[in-house]
């Protein structure tokens, strides 16, 4: 909310973490990107996850379900998460979405951030100030987990400026304008909001693919809703 403004939030809790779950928490967060492209509204679609080896796109089954949003005009940005590891997986079967890196206040690659080539491009991940609770009370906060909404609400403005881009030429807009400087080349460079706005401004967007891919939406849509 702090960068766009009039963006909407819907929050999907993918896992309980309760003896009783029966979904593993791979599989329960595929179900809920599953569950995101059933609602209307969803543009975006962030994922918070990580594992102990990668990002929440480490496992195929999520894989699968984050191709099938980006095939239905969903643009996906993804926690690159905190080991300090190369993200194999993910660069072994690439699916085309926004995987997010963090950087320390310097600029620099924070330490705990994962990296590789897979990484589309990074933000702040140390020492953010946020809304913590009740009352307007603020908080601090980091990680991947908390560079990912900074692109996400990037990726927001684009939109409301022209809603008809696809999430290929979304994460192009990101590549081409992310600042690459020694020090964060390992987790893509540093987002670059004002110039990745610029740049989307000026885009045409293919009008036959959005109709495409907004008839698979709902054609998706109608699978889950078992109709």
């Known amino acids: 909310n702090g960068i766009a403004y009039d963006a909407k939030v819907v929050p999907l809790q993918n896992f309980n973490y309760a003896a009783n779950d029966k979904l593993d928490k791979e599989e329960a967060t595929a179900a809920c990107i599953l569950g995101a492209i059933a609602i209307p509204d969803v543009n975006i679609i962030v994922l918070e996850n990580q594992t102990a080896t990668g990002s929440s796109e ?3 089954g999520t ?4 191709r099938l949003a980006l095939q239905s005009g969903i643009t996906i940005v993804s926690a690159g998460g905190n080991y300090s590891t190369e993200l194999s997986a993910e660069q072994a079967d690439d699916t085309g979405s926004i995987i997010v890196g ?3 206040q310097t600029g620099s690659q924070a330490g705990f951030s994962n990296f590789g080539s897979r990484v589309t491009v990074a933000a702040y991940g140390e020492n953010l100030k946020t809304l913590y609770g009740p009352n307007g009370a603020m908080g601090s906060f980091g990680g991947t987990s908390g560079a990912t909404p900074q692109v996400a609400s990037t990726v927001a403005l684009m939109l409301e400026i022209s809603p008809k881009l696809s999430p290929a030429q979304i994460k192009e807009v990101l590549l081409n304008t992310r600042k690459i400087e020694s020090g964060n080349e390992k987790v893509g460079g540093k987002l670059e909001v004002d110039s990745a706005v ?3 401004r000026t885009l045409i967007a293919d009008s036959r693919s959005f109709e495409s891919s907004r008839a698979l939406r709902q054609k998706v849509q109608r699978i889950l809703e078992g109709n």
Do not use: D, I, S
Request: aromatic content about 8%; proline content about 0%.
């Open 58 to 60: 480490t496992f195929a």
């Open 198 to 200: 610029k740049l989307a």
């Open 102 to 104: 963090a950087l320390a």
């Open 63 to 66: 894989r699968e379900a984050v």
